[in-house]
């Protein structure tokens, strides 16, 4: 396994990670303009990128995943849900679905609230847990998990509900995982998806569990807590929703 953070444009965090010995590689949350960036280190790892995912349709920067996609002749794929919106076709990734590059899987964890469309991947290294098992090493938590917050709920609107499902998806499928699961958000400090992201760019489940205030609400302070002062939506938004819907 090997394993690439990228910190780039907008306080995004985007990965790069796949089998050596294999040599393919799956690539996350690309920004427009980076591509170069994970051409390159493919070639370092000499591995072939097969997979371009985003962890949802980003309303903060225009994704670099259709562009990376075609230079690499990867496919590019989103979640299921986005199969009537978006104007372009993709691969589409259904809930618990096996991303297998090499020895490395990426289980699909779909986790509305962010957006509805929203994913993390739950990443395990075959070669470390023994044969077909797999445990999650670490989990790509997109922007419904950061280091000391949560992903904002009100992007798609219907802002209380949402985050009363990012309650359920944090709650039911990632703080059920164990303690020692390594996270990697889609942001750090400065991002607009989130208030009161860290600046560092990865944690644990069991350190998230203990120390971030919001994961240690009942669901109604939660709610209360997510909406009661909601960040401005960035000027650009509806411009960088439409290009990543290819409209
Ligand atoms: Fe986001």
Not at 133 to 161: C, I, M, Q, Y
Not at 232 to 237: N, T, V
Request: aromatic share 8%; with cysteine.
């Amino acid at each position: 396994m090997f394993f690439r953070q990228l910190a780039t444009k907008e306080a995004t965090l985007s990965y790069l990670f796949g089998c050596g010995s294999c040599h393919v590689a799956v690539a996350v949350d690309p920004v427009l303009g980076d591509e170069d960036w994970f051409i390159a280190e493919a070639g370092k790892q000499d591995v072939k990128i097969t997979h371009v995912i985003d962890t949802h349709v980003h309303a903060d920067h225009y994704s670099g995943g259709r562009a990376l996609a075609e230079k690499a002749g990867a496919l590019y794929c989103l979640h299921e849900s986005n199969a009537e919106r978006v104007k372009f076709p993709f691969e589409s990734l259904r809930d618990k679905q096996h991303i297998v590059v090499g020895n490395v899987v990426a289980e699909v964890v779909h986790t509305p609230g962010h957006t509805p469309d929203s994913i993390c991947l739950a990443v395990s290294d075959l070669r470390r847990v023994g044969g077909a098992a797999t445990a999650p090493w670490f989990l790509l938590t997109g922007d419904t998990l950061f280091v000391g917050a949560v992903g904002r709920p009100d992007l798609a609107g219907k802002e209380r509900e949402m985050a009363s499902v990012l309650f359920d998806s944090l709650h039911g499928r990632i703080l059920n995982l164990p303690g020692e699961v390594e996270l990697y958000p889609g942001h750090t400090s400065g991002s607009v998806c989130g208030v009161g992201i860290s600046g560092k760019p990865g944690s644990t489940v069991g350190f998230e569990k203990r120390w971030n205030p919001l994961l240690n609400m009942e669901r109604e302070a939660f709610v209360a807590a997510l909406t009661a002062e909601i960040p401005p939506k960035p000027a650009e938004m509806a411009l960088w929703v439409a290009a990543n819907l290819g409209e």
